[in-house]
């Protein structure tokens, strides 16, 4: 038999496997190729939704220490004016006392006081953040008698100053005293200094409270700058190109396969003729 023959008859063949094989292969990629883009659309919604939902939070969580950081500071001016009435009212005790410890006059003293320890509290009522006092404790309702601050991912809280029993216990020590006496005098002095200290503590204690409070809001703030980035980069990405350029190498490949396919039909038809 001639081989000629026999290769015209294989050829016919060969190309319609080639054709098959191809289209076959085509529409796998196609399908693969809406499956992909599927994939990706419903891949994309569900990165865009948990993005959304993770903004808000930080939102959320940004905008609860704000309030918070606003509540502190207010606490803390009023706290420093406080400060400054007891240290006045410390050295007006200085400057009245005679040499024996005395008060020269101690009624004068003693309004003098009155009208210092009056702007004291009320400073502590009007140190407030949305009706809320931050100065003075609800003797009705103990459950805010503290400042929270929550978030997402954490709590904050912080004691209420009671600044008014300050000024109370203050006036109950030189009103029940006699000033003309240096022991009395001596211990409405050390009341105030006591007094001083314990401002400076609450001042303190509020400043390392606002610390933590603006640390986390400047992570959530990092936080939502970081998230923003990688939503940015994640849409600049062309799925419509990546997909393309996948299906091209698979074809290329199936065209490669077909050809190989081809040559190894060819070698076993030869041993066939030559077996024969």
Known sequence: MDISNINANINPNIQ??????????LNKNNAASKVADSSVKESLSLNIKDYNVKRDELSLNVQNLNEGIAQIKIAQNGLEDQKTILEKIQQNIQN?????????????????MNNDL??????AYEAQYKSQNLLTNDMYDTSKNEINISTKYANFDINKPNTVMISTDIFNTYNTSDLNQPQAVDQ???????????????????????????????QSIQEQVSMYNQNTLSQQINFGKESSNFSKNNIIAVQGFLAATQANILQEQSVKLIGS
């Open 16 to 25: 319609n496997i080639d054709n098959n094989a191809s289209s076959l292969q």
């Open 96 to 112: 009245a006392k005679t040499e024996d410890g005395k008060i020269k006059d101690s009624n004068e003293m003693k309004n003098s």
């Open 118 to 123: 009056q702007e004291f509290n009320k400073i």
């Open 188 to 218: 409405l002095t050390q009341k105030v200094e006591s007094s001083i200290n314990q401002i400076k503590n609450t001042i303190d204690q509020f400043t390392s409270f606002g610390d933590r409070l603006e640390t986390s809001a400047r």
